[in-house]
């Protein structure tokens, strides 16, 4: 384990856990590593931004002194405000609480502003393309705002990210976040077109992204948080919405250091197969490489606060003979810029190695940690697998699938997902997997499951 800390970011560690002992033949080495970082949001307030500037046209209106700040975060809550909000008016009600609950949460000298989404995007705070700086006085003139906000129109998400990343592009801050909120199908806009936007809003900034109620489509909440490195989750009842926006938003304000990526240089010979991440949620990683040097790519993985993940790196290594050992790949932590606005800064490294035996309990020896998420990311897949063929009426399949999840799932000591397993089947024996299919499942029950099938445990020690 390699760490190195710098006066303005957290501290950041890897450690690497691996068998790295491979058969005469051999060729992939799996390896999971942990990233920590340390001292950093729930330890204290946001530290200085290693750029300089201030969020554009904020200098007034604060009343306390906010707006002489340089905020190092900026965060846009947008909300949808589309016909169907209306029904039950009550989430309309739930979704302006909500919203008004962030912005009470947003610390003092952070950039923010508040989009309505129908099937276009309109500012609502503060307005004329401009964020507002956190104080007491702009957070209330925000909630003031909020209480015009009513439903009509269509939705159109890719119209309200591609505002919010105008609005957050004004910023010259560390941290960008960005919060969503739909309740139904992105109907008035194509699906290429929210991909458009997915793509363009990618790396610019982190957004969650929560469906409220029980008539959007879980696909498009999920990849709206996956493209942009951020979580995504099911509120059922309107009414917790405030509680779950108030969570999201403290989490946001805890993050200290954004555009962290994952490093990995392999020598010559060496290959990347795959990169994920495996806690706390599975994220593949793979498809998402930059170059970065002579055989070193980066992978990204958002802003960092308090916090530790779990990363799968496989590599293909050249054969070798018994006895022989190599470096497998190097695996760093940078940030793109440096404080002085010169190259990239490292935070932390550690090796991956491979060494070949003719000891057959060596190199037939699986990792515990290794083993461990490569049945979280198995029991991820099985679950989305075994929801789809129940959709479409393949009721053995969905039985097989469905059943290894539980399997899977109590192995692990996955709680929370077999909990949410038990909604859908009736479990005959979790050790063995055998379940049968509930005859009536509610859409709520359905709809978490498969939001959530991606969250895991961390291994066990």
Known sequence: MATFSKSNVPQFSVEVYQNEYLPEGGREVNAIVTVTATGGGTTGGMVPSPRTGTASGTGSGTGDGAADRSPDAAVVIMVDCSGSMDYPPAKMRNARDATAAAVGTVRDGVAFAVVAGTHQAKEVYPGGGRLAVASAATRAQAKDALRKLSAGGGTAIGTWLRLADRLLGSADVAIRHGILLTDGRNEHESPEDLRNSLDACAGRFTCDARGVGTDWEVKEVTGIASALLGSADI???????AADFTRMMEAAM???????????WTPQGAEIVFVKQVAPTVEELTGRRTESGPRSGDYPTGSWGDESRDYHVCVRVPDAGVGQEMLAARVSLVLPEGADG???????????????TDDLAASTSINPQVAHYTGQAELAQVIQQGLHLRKSGDIDGATAKLGRA?????ASGNEGTAKLLAKVVDVVDAATGTVRLKAKVTEEAEMTLETRSTKTVRVKK
């Open 235 to 241: 509120v059922a009842d309107p009414a917790e919405l």
């Open 254 to 264: 805890g993050k200290e250091v954004g555009d962290v990526n994952l490093r990995l």
């Open 342 to 356: 010169g190259g990239p800064r490292p935070l932390s490294q550690g090796l991956v190695r491979a060494v070949w």
């Open 406 to 410: 539980v399997q899977l799932a109590g």
